[in-house]
């Protein structure tokens, strides 16, 4: 840590060399601007500096490295761990680097490292392309794609990482490179699921699928069918089109014009099918699960940008997640995860999810580092609540999820889905083989670990 001199002297120097706006403790809007998704997280970090471009971020990364600083990056600030933030550091902000340039013809799309999904989204809209992605519009397309990033159209196009075609970065040192497949392969391979640790990715290519028709149905009904609903959604999935997804789930019925108001607030199971074509074919896809008595039902076409928005949570709510990816769902999973859906407590914002992997998930297995991709179906229980007095009582049942569904776990995670869980969860998340070499990459490019503040993989 430098002298208060050299800080402060430095921290001048900062707010007049960069374009976008400095925050430190006592400056007015920095409580704003150290607010991320989960409210949960209340760290105050030194220096907040909101990086206009490429330029103000190798700035904002040498002042920290010039005062021995430690780094957290920003982009969506939708990790549930909070690691957009640190104590006492500083944070690089990218939340205004969120422009969006369609390249229809090459079918790709280059987007500012603080863009998030509703940016994205939007601008590829009027060409009917789209790129699998995160399910609600305001996670930060930056830590999304880095930690692989899995969407309701995963099964059809892959994840999101695996259809990354470039990355700019400042890496540690305050250097701007550029990462493809022909130049720095190594660092491109574990940009692809190694998050953020090999530097600030300060502009991302991606590429864009033909998506001219995009239909979903869904529907809720009583608990007491949720076995139904859960084998049925499977049967679905697995006998029908292989880029059909969406997920079967237990909730609290929400707020919605579409659900009765009696139902409102009660525990409810339901399911949801995305299929990228039209709402005919998905309707008879979907007839077996409609067959089950139900409260309320959707099946439509819908443009993606819409589907994305659909299920965005407000911010300012507690958040506790976890995940494991399953070898299957057979029948006694079925019964193991209703029990938990029962158990879920209610009324809360939290889910109980399972979804499908296979597909395009499945067709990456061996290429990139997220070493999972053997895996049928994943489970994810996240926990979102209002009351701090409900803090412990569903972390509780999170960890019940992942103790009760162990027999069918593959052992590995998927780390954008879930808070700190140590060290041995992200080399779940990646796998031991996977792992060393990342650690490798990261010694080359930050070998002291400046950029910590993620699953963090040790310089080898
Ligand atoms: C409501 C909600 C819904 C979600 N839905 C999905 C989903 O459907 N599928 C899915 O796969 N995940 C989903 N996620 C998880 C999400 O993908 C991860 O939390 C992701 O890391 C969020 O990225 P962010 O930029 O918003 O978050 P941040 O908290 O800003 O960043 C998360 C991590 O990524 C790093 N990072 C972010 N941007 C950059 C960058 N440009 N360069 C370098 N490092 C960067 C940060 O340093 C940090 O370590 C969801 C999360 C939430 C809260």
């Known amino acids: 840590m430098a002298p208060l001199s050299k800080a402060g002297t430095a921290l001048a120097a900062l707010r007049e060399d960069l374009a976008g706006e400095v925050f430190a403790p006592g400056d007015p809007g ?6 991320v998704f989960n409210a949960m997280i209340d760290r105050r970090p030194a220096v907040i500096a909101q990086c206009d471009s490429v330029a103000d971020v190798v700035t904002a990364v ?5 005062l021995d600083l430690p780094v957290a990056v920003r982009g969506g600030g939708h990790s549930v761990a909070g690691m957009a933030l640190n104590d006492g550091g500083v944070v690089v902000d990218l939340r205004r680097m969120n422009e969006v340039t369609v390249h229809p013809a090459a079918k790709a799309v280059r987007l500012g490292g603080g863009a998030t999904m509703g940016h994205l989204d939007r601008a590829c809209l009027p060409y009917d392309l789209a790129t699998p992605g995160g399910r609600v519009s305001t996670t930060g397309v930056g830590g999304f794609v880095l930690g692989g990033g899995d969407g309701w159209l995963s099964r059809a196009f892959g994840l999101a990482s695996d259809n990354l075609l470039g990355v700019e970065l400042v890496t540690a040192d305050g250097t701007v490179v550029e990462a493809t497949a022909e130049e720095r392969p190594d660092l491109f391979w574990a940009l692809h699921g190694g998050g953020g640790n090999f530097g600030v990715a300060t502009a991302l290519t991606l590429r864009l ?5 995009l239909s979903i149905a869904m529907m809720f009904c009583l608990p007491e069918y949720g076995p139904q609903v859960i084998a049925t959604f499977r049967e679905i999935v697995e006998s029908g089109p292989a880029e059909t997804g969406g997920a079967a789930l237990y ?14 607030g009660q525990r409810l199971c339901g399911a949801l099918l995305v299929y990228p074509g039209p709402e005919d074919r998905l309707r008879k896809l979907a007839e077996p699960l409609l067959a089950v008595p139900h409260e309320a039902e959707i099946v439509t076409a819908i443009p993606y940008a819409e589907l994305q928005c659909m299920l965005d949570d407000p911010p300012g709510m507690r958040n506790y997640w976890s995940a494991e990816y399953l070898t299957g769902v057979p029948d006694a999973f079925v019964d193991a995860f209703c029990a938990l859906g029962e158990a879920m407590p209610v009324p809360t914002g939290t889910q109980h999810l399972v979804w499908p992997q296979g597909g395009a998930i499945a067709e990456g297995a061996g290429d990139w580092p997220l070493g999972h ?7 994810h229980p996240f926990g979102i609540w209002e009351e701090p007095a409900e803090d412990e009582r569903i972390r509780e049942w999170v960890r019940d999820v992942r103790a009760g569904v162990a027999p069918w776990s593959t052992g590995a995670t998927y780390l954008n889905f879930i808070g700190d869980e140590g060290a041995e969860r992200v080399m779940a998340g990646v796998g031991a083989d ?3 070499r990342l ?3 990261k010694r080359e490019y930050d070998p002291e670990n400046v950029f910590r503040f993620n699953h963090n993989i040790r310089p080898l």
Do not use: K, S
């Open 434 to 436: 996977n792992y060393r």
């Open 373 to 379: 991709r053997d895996a049928a179906w994943a489970v």
């Open 209 to 213: 699928h033909d998506l001219p028709a």
């Open 30 to 35: 920095y409580d704003e601007a150290r607010r």
């Open 251 to 264: 909730l609290t019925g929400p707020p919605e014009e579409f659900l009765p108001e009696h139902l409102v």
């Open 439 to 441: 650690a490798e990459v």
């Open 62 to 66: 040498r002042f920290a490295r010039d």
